[in-house]
């Protein structure tokens, strides 16, 4: 059996590829921050799947919890074949670039990108060193091409994360390692539910989602399940978006 590791997978677009890829035969390392009783949920459901979990708390800004991550990674399922790199945060409060401090900046960068950055490199060595030909799918957003200049810092960081993707593409593809921007547009999750009500207008009446829906975590979880699977063998630092066509605007 495979097996792929999530971060951030207790909840939201996390919980929706873990599932998908538990469905898809995949053994899933759940990786969360705090919330145990969500992954446990998630944990759960994976097993009733059919597949094993194993779940790891681990800040993923913080260098020691990402080398435990990786350790008790390889320690339950023997290899990792998938990485994928979701968790992220968004800004506690939008502000004006011209006004933002440095303290949700550094909070952003931590999570959304050292952690992503650090945490591939270092799965990378262990599929090299295994001769794994594995897939590392990275979880971007519009936010990556769209400039929101009342959400800098996290803009900033999607985009970081698309030089990531190519990075990682390029230097691992000699190795038999394929590397994937995945791009979700609107998807209905928590880190969305405060904005419900303008989302709604937008993608509903609006059309900035010319598929006139919100997308689900599981609509990013079937694009994780495609690339795990090998459907894109000749890919690589490929972008995908999983956006009901939002980039066509
Ligand atoms: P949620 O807020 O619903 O879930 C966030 C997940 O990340 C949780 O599992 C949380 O764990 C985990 N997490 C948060 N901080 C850390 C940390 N420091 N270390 C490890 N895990 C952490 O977010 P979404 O599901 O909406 O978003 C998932 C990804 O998709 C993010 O990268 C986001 O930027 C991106 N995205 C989301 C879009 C959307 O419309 N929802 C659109 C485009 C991109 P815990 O439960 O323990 O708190």
């Not at 990556?144 to 990075?167: H, I």
């Amino acid at each position: 059996m495979s097996a792929a590791l999530v971060t951030g997978a207790s909840r939201g677009i996390g919980r929706g590829i873990a599932l998908a890829l538990a469905h898809a035969g995949f053994d899933v390392v759940v990786n969360f921050a705090s919330n145990l009783a969500a992954a446990e949920e998630v944990a759960g459901e994976v097993e009733k799947a059919g597949a094993k979990a194993a779940l790891v708390r681990a800040d993923l800004a913080d260098a020691a919890d990402r080398a435990r991550l990786v350790t008790e990674a390889y320690k339950a399922f023997g290899t990792i074949d998938l990485l994928v790199n979701n968790a992220g945060v968004a800004p506690a409060q939008r502000a004006d670039i011209l006004e933002a401090g440095e303290e949700s900046f550094d909070r952003l960068i931590g999570i959304n990108l050292k952690g992503p950055y650090f945490l591939t490199q270092q799965v990378a060595l262990r599929m090299i060193e295994q001769g794994t030909p594995g897939r590392i799918v990275t979880i971007s957003s519009m936010s990556a091409y769209t400039a929101s200049v009342n959400r800098g810092d996290y803009c900033v960081t999607k985009a970081g994360l698309s030089m990531m993707t190519k990075l990682f593409a390029a230097r691992l593809a000699e190795h038999g390692i394929t590397v994937f921007e995945v791009r979700p547009g609107i998807i209905a999750t928590d880190m969305t539910g405060p904005v419900k009500e303008k989302y709604d207008r937008l993608i509903l009446d609006e059309g900035v989602t010319p598929i006139r829906r919100w997308g689900q975590p599981d609509d990013v979880g079937k694009a994780v399940v495609a690339v795990a699977q090998g459907l894109f063998p000749f890919s690589t630092g490929q972008v995908i978006d999983v956006d009901g066509g939002f980039h066509l605007r």
